[in-house]
């Protein structure tokens, strides 16, 4: 009998006031504000490190990538997030899929959605899913102050 666990990733960052670039699913946005964080700040790659950490029961991101770490000061979240695979294949689940909501006023990210996408999959040998939502200008993500991304991943046994 196959086991199904479901993960749920949240994750949000505020923009950052140096000239960072914005990474999120490992595609670089240029032109556009980057975002503030001890990583490179994918908001995207963290979410769904943090569904899939929550699905297999193994904590959370914090626990493994801790931002007190310099080890993982500007590291490049897509190797956060496929070490974070190597610990669900480790802990005996295989990713069936993930589903990522990234919430923003700006940038668009439709014209980016194939590519995030492409890069989600090949790291989590798996298909992913991502939509660009809007806050309709309500709250810190509505006033263009931040990123927040939510990620939903289902594993089975």
Do not use: Y
């Not at 999120?24 to 569904?51: C, I, K, N, Q, Y």
């Not at 193994?58 to 993982?72: E, R, S, Y």
């Not at 480790?90 to 589903?99: F, Q, R, T």
């Not at 298909?127 to 263009?144: D, F, H, Q, T, Y």
């Amino acid at each position: 009998m196959t086991s199904l666990r479901i993960g749920q990733g949240f994750d949000i960052h505020r923009f950052a006031d140096d000239d960072r670039p914005l990474v999120l699913a490992g595609v670089t946005f240029a032109g556009e504000r980057g975002l503030h964080g001890h990583s490179d700040a994918d908001a995207v790659a963290h979410a769904v490190s943090d569904a899939l950490l929550g699905a297999a029961g193994l904590g959370d991101i914090g626990q493994h990538f801790p931002d007190t770490d310099p080890k993982w000061k500007g590291a490049d979240s897509m190797q956060i997030l496929r070490a974070v695979v190597d610990k669900v294949h480790a802990a005996g689940w295989k990713i069936s899929n993930v589903d990522v909501n990234v919430v923003c006023e700006q940038p668009k990210i439709a014209p980016h959605r194939e590519t995030m996408q492409h890069n989600l999959a090949l790291v989590l040998g798996a298909p992913a899913s991502v939509k660009g939502r809007r806050a309709e200008r309500l709250g810190s993500i509505g006033r263009s102050e931040g990123i927040m991304c939510l990620a939903v991943a289902l594993l089975t046994s």
